[in-house]
């Protein structure tokens, strides 16, 4: 272990880590609270000392050399177990206070949140959530980057090498508009019966998508170009006739309150996705997060599934004919 003085700060490293993610020596020092003659000054001091080129710059734009790109990286890990480091300390004399960050998947928000927070603020009355909705991808990189502390998403997803505590499985039901014969039936649904079906599927980026697409592949079924920004958007279109979706069993009890849906779930072994609280090796908050993940694992198992059950007919008016079908290859 090297014990002598270092040839930079951990304030140095963090106006570098600042300008490579702005790409702006101006926005840099803005956000770091700092005048732009000054940060200017110490990475200059940074790169002399370490006799290697971060930036080249002009007066039109701010590149990070090859070398930088390396160096930044390893300063985004200094920082983040630096910080790691100051949370350690500060948790050890109360465990149950302070504020988490923590990140949920669209798909799961509006339908797990309003029952965790209130266990957790009963549970946890000195700690503090704050909760960032977002896409599984954008989600892993703020936990890698430091920005969360734990995200609750599908483990069915490619979420890389991270500690895990999962809180439930979640089926997958079919959805039909009231009437479709598909709906109808009494039976479990199975994959066979999708043949053919216009079947509406959210946008890319969701990995709900990429688990119902690759279900519905295996079942020749045929995504319509439209594309949903949530599952609300699928179940109202599903309501209005314009096919047919999947819905996790945990949206249904808040979706066939906004929409007549015919639900049948699936014959064994039915689709599913497994819900779990995800976070860092080696964070310092793995106690906190493994004793919130049993907070909502119990909350979770004793929410009720409601909408299960077949509703009146639609009133809305089938739209299907007027979106365009593509074969699910």
Known sequence: MHL?????????????????????????????????????????QMEDALGVRLFERDRRRVIVTGVGRELIEQARIILRETDDLVELARRSSDPHSGTLRIGVIPTISPYLLP??????????????????????????????GGTLDAALVALEANIGDVEREVIGSDPFVLATPVGHPLGAKASSAKPSELKGEPVLLLDDGHCFREQALAFCSDAKAHELEFRATSL?????????GAGVTLLPELALATETKRADLAIRPFARPAPKRTIALVWRRRSPLEPALRELAATARAAYGHGATAGTQSKKPATAVGTSRSIERKTIP
């Open 232 to 240: 609300s958007t699928l179940a109202q279109m599903v309501a209005g």
């Open 115 to 144: 029952r965790l927070t209130a266990e957790f603020r009963t549970a946890y009355p000195r700690r503090t959530i704050l909760w960032v909705e977002d896409k599984t991808e954008a989600l892993l990189r703020s936990l890698d």
């Open 4 to 44: 002598g003085p270092h040839p930079f700060t951990l304030r140095q490293l963090q106006y570098a880590v600042a300008v490579a993610a702005s790409l702006s020596f101006r926005k840099a020092a803005e956000s770091c609270h700092v005048s732009q003659p000054s940060l200017s000054a110490q990475l200059a």
